[in-house]
């Protein structure tokens, strides 16, 4: 269960409504490491999944950034009965970015026909060029198709400027705010220097006397070893 995303859950369901109509698009959720980006990726391949419609991945891998085409390459091996054809276009050297990807984009069109397609791609800041550029290119081109694509791309220099160049919408997450402990939020007592830094003067106040009702009921001796002097 995804806890204060409501905005960006919502965000990603009118996504895959909007492919399910024939008015595909595609999104980047950006933010900070940890900040919660695959959970909203993974709940977004459970939704497609749920529809009954194919999911095709792909994730940056920072040892394979400068590998030409290495996250297209990944991606392509998710659909082994279609992707062939587009596959091999990879292994030519002269193959440009736009090129692979108009062959994907014809790929998932006709895969959208069967049944709405969602690319679902993993830390975008760690692919390499070509494959960026190309999947950039396919997304900005999904509005009459049954496609979506969700990328998750960490912030930094690097995702600042190939979002600025691929203008393509994102969602920024934001770090969520601590909730405050119930038994605080009406403020701490007046006498706060006597306050615990883990909890609240009631809470103290609590385990202390509970503490002093199990030692009253110790033998006299044993109260006065296990009680050091001051302690009370």
């Excluded at 977004?44 to 950034?65: H, L």
């Excluded at 220099?157 to 994102?170: G, N, Y």
């Excluded at 007592?189 to 909890?199: E, F, L, Q």
Aim: glycine share 10%.
């Amino acid at each position: 269960m995804i806890v204060g995303r409501r905005a960006e859950l919502v965000a990603l369901d009118v996504l895959l409504d909007g492919a399910v109509g024939g008015a595909g698009g595609a999104l980047v959720v950006r933010g900070e490491a940890g900040i919660g980006k695959s959970a909203l990726l993974e709940y977004t391949v459970e939704r497609a999944a749920a529809r009954g419609g194919p999911v095709v991945s792909t994730a940056g891998v920072q040892a394979e950034v400068h590998v030409p085409f290495a996250g297209l390459h990944r991606l392509l091996r998710t659909v082994p009965d279609r992707g062939g054809a587009a596959a091999a276009m990879l292994d030519d050297p002269d193959t440009l970015p736009y090129r692979a990807g108009m062959a994907l984009l014809d790929l998932l069109g006709e895969a959208g026909a069967a049944a709405p397609v969602l690319v679902a791609v993993e830390d975008a800041h760690w692919l390499d060029g070509p494959s960026w550029e190309a999947l950039a290119f396919v997304a900005r081109r999904l509005g009459a198709d049954r496609v979506a694509m969700v990328l998750t791309a960490r912030d930094g220099e690097d995702v600042d400027r190939r979002l600025a160049v691929a203008a393509l919408p994102e969602v920024r997450l934001e770090p969520l705010p601590v909730p405050t402990p119930r038994c605080c939020s009406a403020g701490w007592p007046r006498n706060s220097g006597r306050r615990w830094r883990s909890g609240c003067w009631s809470t103290r106040r609590a385990i202390r006397s509970a503490s002093w009702s199990w030692v009253r009921r110790l033998p006299a001796r044993a109260a006065r070893r296990c009680c050091r002097p001051g302690c009370r």
